[in-house]
Nanobody
Framework: QVQVAESGGGLVQPGGSLTLSCTIS????????IGWFRQAPGKEREGVSC?????????SRNSVQGRFTASRNNTDENTVYLQMNNLKPEDTGVYYC???????????????????????????WGKGTLVTVSS
């Protein structure tokens, strides 16, 4: 059964940067899509970014484009990152990585859902890591 685990959260000042890591394991499918999600206090969880394994295509939602970038480790394809720059207090929340695995058509479908902001039903979720942006 696929498993994911994220790390790298912490306290950062406004304007600062932070990199989150996510490792996927125990999967047997050809491809995966990793989604990064966050949940701010008192708000619903929202998708932030995603990346797919076949070609490293990554996408971030409009509100964080230019500041957040999903990428993968060039030597370890089962590790992906979320680079967060110019952090703002409203970026505070618990950040989760989640994985969905499958064949090529499913990977393409999941990617479309991510771009549409409709990526929700993942196969596995991490426990979350807290990011606090405050001076």
């Amino acid at each position: 059964q696929v498993q994911v685990a994220e790390s790298g959260g912490g306290l950062v000042q406004p304007g600062g940067s932070l990199t989150l890591s996510c490792t996927i394991s125990e999967f047997s499918s050809d491809y995966y899509v990793i989604g990064w999600f966050r949940q701010a206090p008192g708000k619903e969880r929202e998708g932030v970014s995603c990346i797919r394994s076949s070609d490293g295509f990554a996408y971030s939602r409009n509100s964080v484009q230019g500041r957040f970038t999903a990428s993968r480790n060039n030597t370890d394809e089962n590790t992906v990152y979320l680079q967060m720059n110019n952090l703002k207090p409203e970026d505070t929340g618990v950040y989760y990585c989640a994985a969905a695995t499958g064949n090529g058509p499913r990977e393409a479908h999941l990617t479309r859902l991510c771009v549409l902001g409709q990526l929700h039903d993942m196969d596995a979720w991490g426990k979350g890591t807290l990011v606090t942006v405050s001076s």
